[in-house]
Structure formats: structure tokens, C-alpha cells
């Protein structure tokens, strides 16, 4: 086992990590800009190195200032969190040249994995169902015209190396096909430097879901279950459940192995999620994120297992020390992310803490690194904690939920609270009627 990590993170995630880390008895290393200089995980972290100004690209997206606090504080691995470099696949590389373990899948993988078009491909040969679509990026007008043809209107262009609806257009007709291709491929080359795009059947109501997996780079790997993640807005999630309510268990089990077996045929290392559309009794691949997710509390909520726990004894070289058979499925969990933000327009809103109070009891969890008198700087991503609350069944779950929500003051600043409270009583909510298209619709009906 390690006896130092580096947490090359900052929020919740990297409080998540450090947590695990002291019941793991490792020491640990947070790395911070100094606009994070009073942020918990440094507060509660056995060092701390400040690596740079505010801005994460000379900061937390600086290899170089990493690689250096590494060094100086002799860490032998680097746990990334999500978002930042988790799934920059030559930061891994750099790691290894270095002889510093990276926390996470190889490079090799999170390469493959990270250009949607390579990660398709990967995907269909190891069996995973996909959405019919361009084998490849598509390289004209006219080949995009042909294939759309083929697999029939509405179609979806989306960016080879995208990611957060960045490049992403929907094209109902032939006639609005070229501007979707010229928009998608501006997009994409002014968020990735890349501005290949590929073509997608368009679902009409689907759902988001996703599979959790472990695997430990020798063959073996194990499913966690599903997350339903389909309540987004502009294709960010915002409120997620485990398991579906959409699914039963016959398909759960089709679904969950067929993307386990596809993991020990890949000899995947470490966490990952395999994403799907799914309508009308069917899976379509989209992705794979080859990290840690903002959601995996909830499956660790209905299955026991501990993810970071797990990414560091598998990092370390230990065996996957769980079976499929060991994992079982247990209540239901569902996780609100808490943002900085306008509930209505989505304005970040950052600025000082007055008043903090988090809800507690029975079934309730909090992951968050905020507290009363903290100040949310303007220059990274707008969450700021996650509500995630277990119930025996879901309607316990929602129950509790709503209490949960009732008690929760953030002041000081505006959050995502009041929406939530909303949500827990809607009755599509309640009834588990939504695809990725609700939310949207819902706020543009408000």
C-alpha cells in the first residue's frame, strides 16, 4: 500500500479522497492555487503545497507544478479526482515516466477511451451494444448527408473529442444538416483543439444510464450496478438515482454483465462508467469515463463498497478482492448536486458563506467542502456539495429526501436548493416518468 498520496484536486472530490485516505492510514498531500488557500482539504490534509495562481490552467491543469509538489513532498501517487487531468491520459504517462503511481486507468485506455470515435469502435467490438451512426468521423458534407440518410432523421453530430455538450448539434431535416456539421465542428475545435465530429442517431425520449465498474487490470472486473442519470440540463447532470427506476432486475443483470465482460476482455484498471442511451427496452453506448464520477455516492450507498477505497487498493497492485457474486443491490439513493447558482437561470453565484447548515439523520450524506464563512471563488466549476440520501425503498428515499432538502440552509450566496425542493414533489418526479428531455422542458414551461 501507498503511505503517500497527492490529491490533485480541489472540492468535495478532493475531500472525498483525503477521507478515504486516513481510514486507509495513508498520509496525504493536497495541492491548492492560492485562491484555495483556506479551502478544507488543505485545512485537513497532512501537507499542502500551493501550486500556482487562480486561474486551473496555471494551477491545478499544470503538470509541471504537480509533478514538482510530488517531488518535494516524496508522494509515490496522484489521485486526480474527476475533472482537471483525470482523464488526460499524457499527464498519466508523465506519472509513470516518473515513477509516481497515477490513480486511475492506464493511459493507453483513458486515451482510447477519451476520442468518442476510437471508444465506439472499442466498444462494438467487445460487444456493447452502440448507437447507429458514421463507423468514423465524418470527413464532408456529403458523407455526412449520405449516412444520415441511412440511418434516418432526426440524427445528432457530436465532437470526436467531446465532452459536457460542447460540439454537440441535433439535425431534424437534410435541410438543417450542413449548418448542424458547421456549428458542431466550430464548437469543437474552439473547446478540444479538434474539430472532428461523427454522426448519431437522434433518440427521441431516452434515458441516461450508466454502469459502474471496477476492474484490476489483470482480467477481472465486476459491475456495481446502474445510475439513472437523466434529469440534465444542457447535458450536465444534475440529479442522479440508483438503481433506475426505469429497469428491472433481469435487465440490470443483461445489461451489467455484458459491460463487465467487455471490462475483463479490455483488462480495464481501475473505476470507470460505461454510458448508455436506453429507450424502448434497448442500450446505445455513448461513452466511457474513465475516472471516478461526481455521482458514485450513490452506488456506494446501495452497494456497500467503498470506490476510492477500491481505485487505491487496485493502484497499489492488489487483485479486485470482490467477485460479481459479493455484489449486491440493497434500497434505493439518489444524489442532488448542489451548485453556486441562480435556481432559474443558472447564473453562478459566488461570493461569501453567512450562514451554513446541513441536513443529518438516519440515511443522509453529505459530501461537500464548504462551511460557514468560506468564500466560493469565481474561477472554477459552480458545485458546491452533494445531497445524497438512502432509503429501503424509493419512496423512502424521496421521503427523506424532501426532509433533507427542508433542512438544508446555504446563506450568502444563491444555490440550486429551491429547484431540488421542487423536483422531490413533482409528480413525474415522484412516479420516476423522465428521460433527458424532462428538465428542460420543465424549466422552459416555468
Same mark, same amino acid.
Given at each position: 500500500?501507498?503511505?503517500?498520496?497527492?490529491?490533485?484536486?480541489?472540492?468535495?472530490?478532493?475531500?472525498?479522497?483525503?477521507?478515504?485516505?486516513?481510514?486507509?492510514?495513508?498520509?496525504?498531500?493536497?495541492?491548492?492555487?492560492?485562491?484555495? =488557500?483556506?479551502?478544507?482539504?488543505?485545512?485537513?490534509?497532512?501537507?499542502?503545497?500551493?501550486?500556482?495562481?487562480?486561474?486551473?490552467?496555471?494551477?491545478?491543469?499544470?503538470?509541471?507544478?504537480?509533478? *514538482?509538489?510530488?517531488?518535494?513532498?516524496? *508522494?509515490?501517487?496522484?489521485?486526480?479526482?474527476?475533472?482537471?487531468?483525470?482523464?488526460?491520459?499524457?499527464?498519466?504517462?508523465?506519472?509513470?515516466?516518473?515513477?509516481?503511481?497515477?490513480?486511475?486507468?492506464?493511459?493507453?485506455?483513458?486515451?482510447?477511451?477519451?476520442?468518442?470515435? #476510437?471508444?465506439?469502435?472499442?466498444?462494438?467490438?467487445?460487444?456493447?451494444?452502440? +448507437?447507429?451512426?458514421?463507423?468514423?468521423?465524418?470527413?464532408?458534407?456529403?458523407?455526412?448527408?449520405?449516412? =444520415?440518410?441511412?440511418?434516418?432523421?432526426? +440524427?445528432?453530430?457530436?465532437?470526436?473529442?467531446?465532452?459536457?455538450?460542447?460540439?454537440?448539434?441535433?439535425?431534424?431535416?437534410?435541410?438543417?444538416?450542413?449548418?448542424?456539421?458547421?456549428? *458542431?465542428?466550430?464548437?469543437?475545435?474552439?473547446?478540444?483543439?479538434?474539430? *472532428?465530429?461523427?454522426?448519431?442517431? @437522434?433518440?427521441?425520449?431516452?434515458?441516461?444510464?450508466?454502469?459502474?465498474?471496477?476492474?484490476?487490470?489483470?482480467?477481472?472486473?465486476?459491475?456495481?450496478?446502474?445510475?439513472?442519470?437523466?434529469?440534465?440540463?444542457?447535458?450536465?447532470?444534475?440529479?442522479?438515482?440508483?438503481?433506475?427506476?426505469?429497469?428491472?432486475?433481469?435487465?440490470?443483470?443483461?445489461?451489467?454483465?455484458?459491460?463487465?465482460?467487455?471490462?475483463? /476482455?479490455?483488462?480495464?484498471?481501475?473505476?470507470?462508467? +460505461?454510458?448508455?442511451?436506453?429507450?424502448?427496452?434497448?442500450? @446505445?453506448?455513448? #461513452?466511457?469515463?474513465?475516472?471516478? $464520477?461526481?455521482?458514485?455516492?450513490?452506488?456506494?450507498?446501495?452497494?456497500?463498497? /467503498?470506490?476510492?477505497?477500491?481505485?487505491?487498493?487496485?493502484?497499489?497492485?492488489?487483485?479486485?478482492?470482490?467477485?460479481?457474486? /459479493? +455484489?449486491? &443491490?440493497?434500497?434505493?439513493?439518489?444524489?442532488?448536486?448542489?451548485?453556486?447558482?441562480?435556481?432559474?437561470? &443558472?447564473?453562478?453565484?459566488?461570493?461569501?458563506?453567512?450562514?451554513?447548515?446541513?441536513?443529518?439523520?438516519?440515511?443522509?450524506?453529505?459530501?461537500?467542502?464548504? @462551511?460557514?464563512?468560506?468564500?466560493?471563488?469565481?474561477?472554477?466549476?459552480?458545485?458546491?456539495?452533494?445531497?445524497?440520501?438512502?432509503?429501503?425503498?424509493?419512496? #423512502?428515499?424521496?421521503?427523506?429526501?424532501?426532509?433533507?432538502?427542508?433542512?438544508?440552509?446555504?446563506?450568502?450566496?444563491?444555490?440550486?436548493?429551491?429547484?431540488?425542493? $421542487?423536483?422531490?414533489?413533482?409528480?413525474?418526479?415522484?412516479?420516476?416518468?423522465? /428521460?433527458?428531455?424532462?428538465?428542460?422542458?420543465?424549466?422552459?414551461?416555468?
Amino acid at each position: 500500500m501507498f503511505d503517500k498520496i497527492l490529491i490533485a484536486n480541489r472540492g468535495e472530490i478532493a475531500l472525498r479522497v483525503l477521507r478515504a485516505c486516513k481510514e486507509l492510514g495513508i498520509s496525504t498531500v493536497a495541492v491548492h492555487s492560492t485562491a484555495d =488557500a483556506d479551502a478544507m482539504h488543505v485545512k485537513l490534509a497532512d501537507e499542502s503545497v500551493c501550486i500556482g495562481p487562480p486561474p486551473a490552467r496555471e494551477s491545478y491543469l499544470n503538470i509541471p507544478s504537480l509533478l *514538482a509538489a510530488c517531488e518535494i513532498t516524496g *508522494a509515490e501517487a496522484v489521485h486526480p479526482g474527476y475533472g482537471f487531468l483525470s482523464e488526460n491520459a499524457r499527464f498519466a504517462e508523465i506519472l509513470r515516466d516518473h515513477g509516481i503511481t497515477f490513480i486511475g486507468p492506464s493511459p493507453e485506455h483513458i486515451r482510447v477511451m477519451g476520442d468518442k470515435i #476510437e471508444a465506439k469502435r472499442t466498444a462494438k467490438r467487445l460487444g456493447i451494444p452502440v +448507437v447507429p451512426g458514421s463507423e468514423g468521423g465524418v470527413t464532408s458534407d456529403a458523407e455526412a448527408h449520405k449516412i =444520415a440518410k441511412q440511418i434516418g432523421f432526426p +440524427v445528432l453530430v457530436k465532437a470526436a473529442a467531446g465532452g459536457g455538450g460542447r460540439g454537440m448539434k441535433v439535425a431534424k431535416d437534410e435541410a438543417s444538416l450542413s449548418n448542424a456539421l458547421a456549428t *458542431a465542428r466550430s464548437e469543437a475545435k474552439a473547446a478540444f483543439g479538434d474539430d *472532428a465530429v461523427y454522426l448519431e442517431k @437522434y433518440l427521441g425520449k431516452p434515458r441516461h444510464i450508466e454502469i459502474q465498474v471496477l476492474g484490476d487490470g489483470r482480467g477481472n472486473a465486476v459491475h456495481l450496478g446502474e445510475r439513472d442519470c437523466s434529469l440534465q440540463r444542457r447535458h450536465q447532470k444534475i440529479w442522479e438515482e440508483s438503481p433506475s427506476p426505469a429497469l428491472n432486475a433481469e435487465m440490470r443483470a443483461k445489461i451489467g454483465d455484458t459491460v463487465a465482460t467487455a471490462m475483463r /476482455d479490455l483488462k480495464y484498471l481501475g473505476a470507470g462508467t +460505461v454510458e448508455f442511451l436506453y429507450e424502448d427496452g434497448e442500450f @446505445y453506448f455513448i #461513452e466511457m469515463n474513465t475516472r471516478l $464520477q461526481v455521482e458514485h455516492p450513490v452506488t456506494e450507498m446501495i452497494t456497500g463498497i /467503498d470506490l476510492v477505497n477500491e481505485q487505491i487498493r487496485i493502484a497499489a497492485g492488489n487483485p479486485l478482492a470482490i467477485t460479481q457474486k /459479493d +455484489v449486491t &443491490f440493497e434500497g434505493h439513493a439518489i444524489e442532488c448536486r448542489v451548485n453556486a447558482e441562480n435556481p432559474r437561470t &443558472f447564473t453562478p453565484s459566488p461570493g461569501r458563506i453567512s450562514y451554513y447548515y446541513p441536513p443529518g439523520g438516519l440515511g443522509v450524506r453529505i459530501d461537500s467542502a464548504i @462551511y460557514q464563512g468560506y468564500s466560493i471563488p469565481p474561477f472554477y466549476d459552480s458545485l458546491i456539495g452533494k445531497l445524497i440520501v438512502y432509503g429501503k425503498t424509493r419512496n #423512502e428515499c424521496l421521503s427523506r429526501l424532501r426532509r433533507a432538502l427542508d433542512e438544508y440552509v446555504v446563506d450568502g450566496i444563491e444555490t440550486t436548493l429551491p429547484l431540488f425542493r $421542487q423536483l422531490v414533489r413533482n409528480p413525474d418526479i415522484i412516479n420516476g416518468e423522465y /428521460d433527458i428531455h424532462w428538465l428542460e422542458n420543465y424549466l422552459a414551461e416555468g
